[in-house]
Nanobody, 118 residues
Framework: QVQLAESGGGLVQVGGSLRLSCAAS????????MNWYRQAPGKQRDWVAI???????QYEDSVKGRFTISRDNAANTVYLQMNKLKPEDTAVYYC????????????WGQGTQVTVSS
């Protein structure tokens, strides 16, 4: 089993910054990718960014140039640095770790609220 603990959400003004963290514990053998998703009130959960254990990254278009995903493999932690925040970034942010063990297994954090006030 893998447990994910998120931290770093909060209330910030437009243009501000926050850094989210997601620390994993347990057996993470077969780690394939680490993702961040977000879910705004009344909307579906949307993918935000991905990083592989080797460091390759991709971003959803609306966050390119503002958000940076990174990881510390030794600490089993993935981060999401969010700059130039906008009201539309307001959502609950979830980290997701995907493992490959003959099939994919997805693990989710509990979610952390990010609120951007105008």
């Amino acid at each position: 089993q893998v447990q994910l603990a998120e931290s770093g959400g909060g209330l910030v003004q437009v243009g501000g910054s926050l850094r989210l963290s997601c620390a994993a514990s347990g057996n993470i053998s077969g780690l394939n990718a680490m993702n961040w998703y977000r879910q705004a009130p009344g909307k579906q959960r949307d993918w935000v960014a991905i990083i592989t254990p080797g460091g390759a990254t991709q971003y959803e278009d609306s966050v390119k140039g503002r958000f940076t995903i990174s990881r510390d493999n030794a600490a089993n932690t993935v981060y999401l640095q969010m700059n130039k925040l906008k009201p539309e970034d307001t959502a609950v942010y979830y980290c997701n770790w995907r493992l490959w063990r003959g099939q994919y297994f997805d693990y989710w954090g509990q979610g952390t609220q990010v609120t951007v006030s105008s």
